[in-house]
């Protein structure tokens, strides 16, 4: 099987646009820019297609590595046959490689090995033959000073016989399936760890099949094994198992068949059921880590493309209580213009005096929106403000603030602001994401951003992969100003990176403004290669050829140039002119395909079109300050904070999240959550359950109304 052959079986993509795909991946074409400027060449296919047919080509390429390593250690062993060799070629499940490899894999010196050296294999066939005969009498002339009596030379060859059994391949794959099929995920408390253990109580004595746990169950009760709270096991029924190895080994009812029944069982418990139990268990953590990285990656591609509100002046309020709230004005770019402490709340309780400083900041910086964290006092803060008095109609948001504190620490945040303490970039940070969340979060480890399950527990190597791709083709979709974006925002455009990302804003510095999309082949070390790839993402604000403040590549300016020639008008003149563009055909243009053909009509009508939704205000409800004004019954506004496999986090203006679960989303049966809400998503709910002592609150979802 060669790797276009394994990755069309694993996808079910069509064989030869699979290989187009793998084609441009290895000329070096991002995942973004085949998708979007070469759908001809793949088929259509979207990211996501791309993506797995990257993934499953890097896959098997792990494969064949794994085989020339197995391959090797073999040949050095002077043990590799042709037939050998032949079955390790044709073998890509990872699980039967290394069943393979495990006779000759080298460990250390086990029961059986040691068995082994003292000349204890004879017996131990003889024994496995089960031909007849006694066991201590083949076993007298195999006595030696390591194993001087027949027992001790019996056990011996029980080793080597257990050793056999584990590694025989047959028998392994009809044991894996056992597992796989009839395995049974058990818990029990350690003792003595009740009290510690309280967060996990609910997994303290669990008994189900673990073909039916859900992965997010499955994530915390292994943490809770990690931690030492409860122990774990996910094993068929032993009798079952028993039975299945002992009808491939015990072929006769002699003395020395019950020492090989004896042997079966020995190899079962010490070295098949630890290792099958280890293998399925990471097979349902890799399971499990795909599901919960898939929840993130949805989470985070909608808070990605959260609404913006634009080029707007923006006052920013950090919350506190002790510390003050700080203040921070910023300009419709997103620079900060001033920065000061206000502290309306306990102790000082200084409201009059905050909310004057407030009037004065929106009158001298003409602030047209502010932005409140919803952290700690973001409520009696967003109380404060909207209960003050401005010289002007002022729209005010709160914002999802996490992960400001880990901007705020950060080499990109110092970079940016030398000057100023965290407290100041925090601010600035939660500012900037209610004017552009996109360009703000893309400068934060996704991971902190806090919008997944288990993100701690997952593979990080797999996280970071998917969370990469969500961040880049959130950026690409939405397009970059190639004046104004910030290296980082840059850094994510495809066929760039961190290098060019600084070059570009270098070069910007030195020359000017970019005034076309051509001038970006000036940049230093921007090649031919990543300028196909990027262009087409970036804009250029009022350029002599409106396309370059659209999406439509250069390769194409031609035949719209051409087109518009033969139209006798001017590209501007066709630009959003729908009379026009909608009676337009395929033959209209001089060399492009359907897909490009259908791209460009799209984006004719509708140039540089940003594909995020207007940012609209939410009211939570004014009687709420506590969980303790909450009552069964109420109904209530919220914000979507958080989506996981078992149900959506809302804040309805508390510190406390609420909790949707799946099964309060809707009147049908919910699998997954993501079909039936979304992060930031507005959300009427009524209050159905509130346990003042865990401070957890159940939620139903009643409509998608806001009342």
């Known amino acids: 099987m060669n790797q276009l052959q394994y990755v069309c079986k694993l996808t079910a993509e069509n064989e030869k646009y699979t290989k187009n795909v793998i084609e441009l991946l290895q000329s070096g074409a991002t995942i973004p820019f085949i998708s979007r400027y070469r759908k001809e060449v793949s088929g259509g296919m979207d990211e996501v297609q791309i993506a797995n047919i990257r993934d499953f080509a890097q896959k098997f390429n792990d494969i064949i590595a794994r085989q020339k390593t197995i391959i090797n250690a073999i040949e050095e062993q002077k043990k590799?046959?042709?037939?050998?060799?032949?079955?390790?070629?044709?073998?890509?499940?990872?699980?039967e490689l290394e069943d393979i490899y495990l006779p000759y894999k080298q460990k250390r010196l086990t029961k059986g090995e040691k068995a082994k050296?003292?000349?204890?294999?004879?017996?131990?066939?003889?024994?496995?033959?089960?031909?007849?005969?006694?066991?201590?009498?083949?076993?007298?002339?195999?006595?030696?000073?390591?194993?001087?009596?027949?027992?001790?030379?019996?056990?011996g060859a029980k080793d080597i016989i257990a050793e056999w059994i584990n590694e025989n391949t047959i028998l392994r794959q009809k044991l894996r399936y056992l597992f796989q099929k009839k395995a049974r995920l058990t818990t029990k408390v350690n003792k003595g760890k009740e009290q510690e253990g309280q967060n996990y109580k609910d997994y303290f004595s669990l008994d189900e099949p673990v073909s039916r746990i859900s992965s997010h169950r499955f994530l915390a009760v292994m943490r809770a094994g990690r931690e030492g709270i409860i122990a774990v096991k996910t094993r068929p029924n032993s009798d079952e198992a028993l039975e299945i190895i002992e009808r491939v080994f015990v072929k006769s009812n002699d003395e020395c068949s019950k020492i090989v029944a004896e042997a079966c069982s020995e190899s079962y418990k010490r070295l098949i059921l630890p290792s099958l139990e280890n293998e399925l268990q990471n097979e349902l953590k890799?399971?499990?880590?795909?599901?919960?990285?898939?929840?993130?990656?949805v989470n985070l591609k909608q808070l990605l493309l959260a609404p913006p509100i634009g080029s707007k002046r923006v006052l920013a309020i950090d919350p506190g209580f002790r510390s003050g709230c700080k203040v921070v004005c910023l300009d419709e770019n997103g620079n900060l213009l001033h920065n000061t402490t206000i502290f309306p709340h306990e102790p000082k309780n200084d409201k009059a005096g905050s909310k004057s400083k407030l009037f004065q900041l929106v009158q001298a910086y003409k602030i047209d929106a502010i932005a409140i964290g919803d952290g700690t006092?973001?409520?009696?803060?967003?109380?404060?403000?909207?209960?003050?008095?401005?010289?002007?109609?002022?729209e005010v948001y709160v914002v999802n603030e996490n992960g400001a504190s880990i901007y705020s620490a950060s080499a990109i945040a110092r970079k940016e602001f030398p000057d100023h303490d965290v407290t100041v970039r925090g601010s600035v940070s939660i500012g900037r994401r209610l004017m552009d969340p996109l360009a703000e979060l893309v400068k934060i480890d996704a991971k902190s951003i806090g919008v997944g399950q288990y993100q701690h527990d997952v593979d990080q190597a797999q996280?970071?992969?998917?969370?990469?791709?969500?961040v880049i083709s959130s950026v690409n979709a939405v397009g970059v100003n190639l004046n104004t974006a910030s290296p980082y925002l840059l850094s994510y455009v495809s066929g760039l990176g961190p290098t060019l990302a600084e070059n570009i804003v270098a070069h910007?510095?030195?020359?000017?403004?970019?005034?076309?999309?051509?001038?970006?082949k000036k940049v230093k070390r921007l090649g031919e290669k990543a300028y196909e790839q990027a262009v087409g993402f970036l804009r250029v604000d009022n350029p002599d050829n409106p396309l370059d403040n659209s999406a439509v590549h250069p390769?194409?300016?031609?035949?719209?140039?051409?087109?518009?020639?033969?139209?006798?008008?001017?590209?501007?003149e066709l630009i959003g002119n729908k009379e026009i563009i909608e009676k337009l055909t395929l033959q209209d243009f001089d060399g492009i395909d359907n897909y490009t053909f259908q791209d460009l009509i799209s984006?004719?009508?509708?140039?540089?079109?940003?594909?995020?939704?207007?940012?609209?205000?939410?009211?939570?409800?004014?009687?709420?300050?506590?969980?303790?004004?909450?009552?069964?019954?109420?109904?209530?506004?919220?914000?979507?904070t958080n989506v996981t496999a078992f149900g959506a986090f809302v804040n309805i203006g508390l510190k406390e999240n609420g909790l949707i679960h799946k099964s309060q989303l809707s009147d049908q049966f919910v699998s997954d959550p993501a079909q039936h809400i979304s992060l930031q998503e507005h959300v009427f709910v009524e209050i159905l359950e509130i346990d003042m002592d865990r401070k957890r609150i159940a939620l139903k979802k009643l409509s998608d109304t806001i009342q």
Do not use: W
């Open 80 to 95: 590799l046959t042709t037939d050998l060799k032949d079955k390790i070629e044709q073998t890509f499940d990872s699980n």
């Open 117 to 155: 050296k003292a000349g204890l294999e004879p017996l131990a066939k003889m024994i496995m033959s089960q031909r007849g005969g006694d066991p201590e009498t083949m076993s007298e002339k195999y006595l030696n000073d390591e194993f001087p009596t027949e027992k001790e030379a019996i056990q």
């Open 286 to 297: 890799l399971k499990a880590d795909t599901e919960a990285i898939k929840i993130f990656a």
């Open 377 to 394: 006092a973001g409520r009696e803060t967003e109380h404060l403000v909207k209960h003050s008095n401005f010289d002007r109609d002022i």
């Open 463 to 470: 996280l970071k992969m998917s969370l990469d791709d969500v």
């Open 508 to 520: 910007r510095s030195e020359n000017g403004a970019f005034t076309d999309r051509s001038s970006l």
């Open 555 to 572: 390769e194409s300016y031609q035949s719209i140039e051409k087109l518009c020639k033969k139209l006798k008008i001017k590209t501007k």
């Open 603 to 640: 984006e004719l009508k509708k140039p540089g079109r940003d594909p995020r939704k207007k940012a609209k205000i939410l009211e939570f409800d004014h009687r709420i300050k506590s969980i303790g004004d909450l009552h069964i019954g109420m109904k209530v506004n919220g914000i979507v």
